[in-house]
């Protein structure tokens, strides 16, 4: 049974970080693009960034680039999401999520959380002082 296991989150203040971590389990990790989705209070859903199956690539939504790092280490089936430079608009449950199809071409990461078809349970960032 594929799933995926979120750790991390908690309360920061805001220019503070956080590290979120995820580890997968019943399907081959290395093979497919993972990212991380977010939810605001009362807020839609909002794709945060993903990374290529091989780390070559990580893509970002404007709302984190240049503050989220992605990574993720494939033999250990772990996913990371750095967060530094925190302001209480990043307050949201994050998820990590897992592409529903193995690697395409090299780079290409789905931009849509359509195209992601497992979730992990979420974990609470509250960023306030």
């Known amino acids: 049974q594929a799933q995926l296991v979120q750790s991390g989150g908690g309360l920061a203040q805001p220019g503070g970080s956080l590290r979120l971590s995820c580890v997968a389990s019943?399907?081959?990790?290395?093979?497919?693009?993972m990212g991380w989705a977010r939810q605001a209070p009362e807020k839609g859903l909002e794709w945060v960034g993903s990374?290529?199956?091989?780390?070559?690539?990580?893509y970002y939504a404007d709302s984190v680039k240049g503050r989220f790092a992605i990574s993720r280490d494939n033999a250990k089936n772990t996913l990371y999401l750095q967060m530094n430079d925190l302001t209480p608009e990043d307050t949201a449950t994050y998820y990590c999520?897992?592409?529903?199809?193995?690697?395409?071409?090299?780079?290409?990461?789905?931009?849509?959380?359509?195209?992601?078809?497992?979730w992990g349970q979420g974990t609470q960032v509250t960023v306030s002082s």
């Open positions: 999520i897992k592409d529903a199809q193995e690697c395409r071409q090299r780079g290409w990461v789905p931009l849509s959380l359509t195209d992601y078809d497992l």
């Open positions: 019943g399907f081959t990790f290395s093979k497919y693009v």
């Open positions: 990374i290529y199956c091989d780390s070559s690539d990580t």
